[in-house]
C-alpha cells in the first residue's frame, strides 16, 4: 500500500511550518508501517497536546487526539481492552516528559506493549517557544531570554531506569533509521520508546542561531554517531545514535491475561 | 438467607451494581474513603474476564477509562475528593467527545486533603462545575444500598444513552456503612447496551452524527471504521474546526442532549408530600435523617414531607417546583454550606420560604441539627 494510502486527505494543508522536523519523522513512521505490512484497522494512534501530537489526525488509523501529557494513560486504556491492536503514541518532549512524565515512567515500569514515539525538538513550538525539560542548560527561548538555568535529562537513561524493554534515538536527518527503528519498536512485545530529534526551525532555530532547518538537520549529523562508531574516541560530547535498550521482560497484558485464568479458577471465593 | 441478599458497605453495594450492569474496565487509584470498590473490583473483575487497572494516579485513572469506552467496553473509576479534583480535564474530555463512562466520587470533607475519613456533601457543585467551559452533566446519589446499586446500574444506563460522562456522588457515611441488599434477578432490571453503528464498511461513517431519536451510534476501535476523536471542537466526522457554525452547534448539542431530557433523566422519591406544609429536601446520608425527622413527626399528625434528590444534576427544577408550591417552608438539609439550597431557591415562586438546616463538621446531620432549624421557622 503506497504511504498516500495512510493519509487523511481532508485534514490537510497541515499545520506544520515549513521546515518542521515533524513531517519528516511522520513520512518515517508511515513508510515503516507499510514496510511492516500492518492493516490500517488494527493501528490505533493516540496523541496529547503540541505541533507533534496533530499527527494523529493527518493519518488513516483509529486516532485518539486526547489532552496534555496523558496520550500514554489513554492508550493504556486501550491496549488493556484489546491487546491484539498496535498501539502508536507520537509525542513532543514537553508532552512525554514535563506533563507526562509520571504516565512516561509508569508505562515504561509496567512494560505494557506501547510504542512510544518522542519528537525532541527541546522547545514548546505549539506555544510559541518556551523552554523544555529537554532544552538543557544555556538556552534561549521566550521564558529564557537571559537563557535558561535548568538542566535537562537523557531519555534514555530514564527510559532505562524507567523498566522500558526498547529504547532507541535517531534523528530527522537520519530518516533511514526512522524507520528501521520504528519498524523494531512496533514489532517488540513491551514498552518501546522511539526518541527521535526534530527540529523547530521556527523557535528554537530562530531563538538560539541554529540557521534554517537544513542547516539545523547539519547540526544533528554533525553532533549525533552511531552506537558503537569510534567518532565518540574524538570527541566525547557527540550524541549516540541505535538501540540503546532491547531486552525481554514479561509484557503487562500478557501477564494480565495469566492473571485472568488464575482468578477464573478461583470464582467462588470471597 | 437467599444467596442474593447480603450484608455490606455501601461501596460495595456500587461495586455489585456496577457488575450487574455490565462493568467490563475499571482503572483507579487508591484514595479514602472510596478504596473498598477499586480493592473489591480487583477481585471480580478478573474472575469475569474483565479489566481492573491500578494506575499511578487518577488523571491517568480517569484517561485509561476513556481508552478503554472507546474499544466498547462499559467502563468506571472510583476517587474521592482530591482524586476527583485530578480527574477533571479528563472528565471535560469525556464530555467533548461524548465517551459513556462512570465516575464514583465517595465524598470526604474538603477542601485539600480535608477529612478523609469523615462524611461531607460538599463536591456538589464541582461534580455539576469542576470542568472548565459551558456543559452538562448527569449527576446522581442515593442514600441506602438498595439504591446505591440502583443508581448505579441507571449509570451505565444513561452514559450509553446520552454518550456522556456520569457521576455518583456517594458520601463516606454512605460508602462505609453495612445495611442489607438484595441484588435484583439477572434481568429484573433492563440494562442499555452501547449502541452501535449499523453503517456497513466503505461507506462513509460519520461518528458525531445523530440518529432521529438523539441517540449517536459508535464504531469501537479496532473495527472497521477508523474515525478521529478529539477535545477540539469537531464536526460529525471527528474533524477539528473552529467555524462558528460547527462550534455553537456542537456546544449547544452538548448542552441539550442532557437538559432537553430532564424529564427522562431526573428522579426525586417522595415521602409524604401530598398534603405537606413543611418538605424537607435533602439526599444522600443527610437523607436518611431527614426521613427519620419526617417519619417521626408525620406519627404525630404533622404535615410535613421529604423529597429526596437522586438526581442532583441536571437539576430537577420542575420537580421541586410542582411538589412545593403548596409548602408553607421548605428545609434543605444538606452537609455542605448549602451548595443544593441555591438551586432551590432559584426555582421557588417564593424563595424567602426556603431554609437551610447543614452540618459542615466532619458529622453525620443529627435530627436534633434539624429539629433546631424547624423550630426557629415554623
Ligand atoms: S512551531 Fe516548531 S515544532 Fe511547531 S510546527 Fe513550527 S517548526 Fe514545527
Known amino acids: 500500500m503506497p504511504v498516500q494510502d495512510y493519509i487523511r486527505d481532508r485534514f490537510f494543508p497541515h499545520i506544520w511550518c515549513p521546515g518542521c522536523g515533524h513531517g519528516i519523522v511522520l513520512n518515517g513512521m508511515l513508510k515503516a508501517i507499510e514496510e511492516l505490512g500492518l492493516s490500517k484497522n488494527e493501528i490505533v494512534m493516540v496523541s496529547g497536546i503540541g505541533c507533534s501530537s496533530r ?43 514535563a506533563i507526562g512524565g509520571n504516565h512516561f515512567i509508569h508505562a515504561a515500569r509496567r512494560n505494557i506493549d506501547l510504542t512510544a514515539i518522542i519528537m525532541n525538538n527541546r522547545i514548546y513550538g505549539m506555544t510559541g517557544g518556551q523552554f523544555s525539560p529537554l532544552s538543557g542548560h544555556g538556552i534561549k527561548a521566550s521564558t529564557a531570554p537571559y537563557s535558561t538555568i535548568d538542566h535537562d535529562f537523557d531519555i534514555m537513561e530514564l527510559a532505562k531506569s524507567a523498566g522500558a524493554t526498547f529504547a532507541a534515538r535517531t534523528t530527522t536527518f537520519h530518516i533511514k533509521e526512522i524507520t528501521s527503528i520504528i519498524k523494531k519498536a512496533i514489532l517488540h512485545e513491551g514498552f518501546s520508546v522511539v526518541e527521535i530529534m526534530s527540529q523547530c526551525p521556527t ?9 534554517n532547518s537544513f542547516e539545523m538537520m547539519e547540526l544533528f549529523k554533525k553532533n549525533t554517531r552511531k552506537i558503537g562508531s569510534n567518532k565518540k ?38 | ?3 442474593n441478599i447480603s450484608f455490606i458497605q455501601g461501596n460495595e453495594a456500587c461495586v455489585q451494581g ?51 469506552s472507546l474499544t466498547g467496553c462499559k467502563v468506571m473509576t472510583a476517587t474521592s475528593g482530591p482524586g476527583f479534583s485530578l480527574m477533571q480535564e479528563a472528565l471535560g474530555y469525556a464530555v467533548m467527545t461524548e465517551i459513556p463512562c462512570v465516575i464514583v466520587n465517595i465524598q470526604r470533607g474538603g477542601p485539600s486533603t480535608g477529612n478523609p475519613t469523615h462524611v461531607s456533601q460538599g463536591d456538589v457543585n464541582q461534580a455539576r462545575w469542576g470542568i472548565h467551559g459551558d456543559h452538562s452533566i448527569i449527576t446522581m446519589t442515593a442514600s441506602n444500598h438498595q439504591d446505591v446499586f440502583s443508581v448505579t446500574v441507571d449509570a451505565f444506563n444513561l452514559a450509553e444513552t446520552y454518550r456522556t460522562p456520569v457521576i ?25 447496551q452501547r449502541l452501535k453503528t449499523t453503517v456497513s464498511e466503505g461507506v462513509d461513517f460519520r461518528p458525531y452524527l445523530p440518529r432521529d431519536d438523539g441517540r449517536i451510534p459508535m464504531a469501537d476501535f479496532g473495527g472497521t471504521h477508523r474515525h478521529n476523536v478529539t477535545g477540539l471542537f469537531h464536526d460529525m466526522w471527528g474533524f477539528p474546526s473552529n467555524n462558528p457554525k460547527i462550534v455553537d452547534g456542537l456546544i449547544h448539542h452538548l448542552v441539550d442532549k442532557i437538559n432537553n431530557n430532564i424529564n427522562i433523566i431526573a428522579k426525586v422519591k417522595e415521602f409524604h408530600i401530598d398534603d405537606a406544609r413543611t418538605i424537607l429536601i435533602s439526599y ?26 437522586i438526581t442532583l444534576w441536571p437539576f430537577p427544577s ?12 421548605i428545609i434543605v438539609v444538606e452537609m455542605n454550606f448549602g451548595q443544593i439550597l441555591k438551586e432551590v431557591k432559584t426555582c421557588i415562586d417564593k424563595p424567602e420560604k426556603v431554609f437551610l438546616a447543614n452540618r459542615v463538621d466532619g458529622v453525620l446531620i443529627t435530627v436534633q441539627d434539624i429539629r433546631t432549624i424547624l423550630r426557629i421557622v415554623q
Open chain 1, 203 to 211: 523557535y528554537f532555530g530562530k531563538q538560539n542561531k541554529l540557521g
Open chain 1, 233 to 270: 574516541l574524538e570527541n566525547k560530547n557527540l550524541i549516540e545514535r541505535g538501540i540503546f535498550i532491547q531486552k525481554e521482560l514479561p509484557e503487562y497484558t500478557n501477564e494480565y491475561s495469566k492473571m485472568v485464568k488464575i482468578a477464573m479458577g478461583k470464582k467462588n471465593e470471597r
Open chain 2, 318 to 329: 420542575h420537580i421541586i417546583r410542582e411538589k412545593c408550591r403548596n409548602a408553607r417552608f
Open chain 2, 18 to 68: 456496577a457488575l450487574y450492569a455490565g462493568l467490563d474496565l475499571f482503572a483507579g487509584y487508591p484514595i479514602t474513603p472510596s478504596t473498598e470498590i477499586t480493592e473489591l473490583l480487583s477481585i471480580r473483575l478478573p474472575q469475569k474476564g474483565g479489566y481492573f487497572m491500578q494506575m499511578e494516579d487518577e488523571i491517568a485513572s480517569m484517561c485509561a477509562i476513556i481508552g478503554a
Open chain 1, 55 to 97: 499527527i494523529s489526525g493527518y493519518v488513516d488509523f483509529h486516532t485518539l487526539h486526547t489532552i496534555h501529557g496523558r496520550a500514554l494513560a489513554f492508550a493504556s486504556g486501550v491496549k488493556m481492552s484489546r491487546p491484539e491492536l498496535n498501539l502508536i503514541i507520537p509525542m513532543g518532549d514537553g508532552d512525554a516528559l
Open chain 2, 168 to 192: 455518583l456522588l456517594f458520601d463516606e457515611v454512605i460508602g462505609h456503612m453495612r445495611e442489607k441488599l438484595i441484588i435484583p434477578e439477572k434481568d429484573d432490571i433492563e440494562l442499555i
Open chain 2, 284 to 309: 444522600g446520608a443527610s437523607a436518611r435523617t431527614a426521613r427519620h425527622v419526617v417519619e417521626n413527626r408525620r406519627s404525630r399528625g404533622e404535615r410535613i414531607g421529604l423529597l429526596e434528590l
Open chain 2, 1 to 3: 438467607m437467599k444467596k
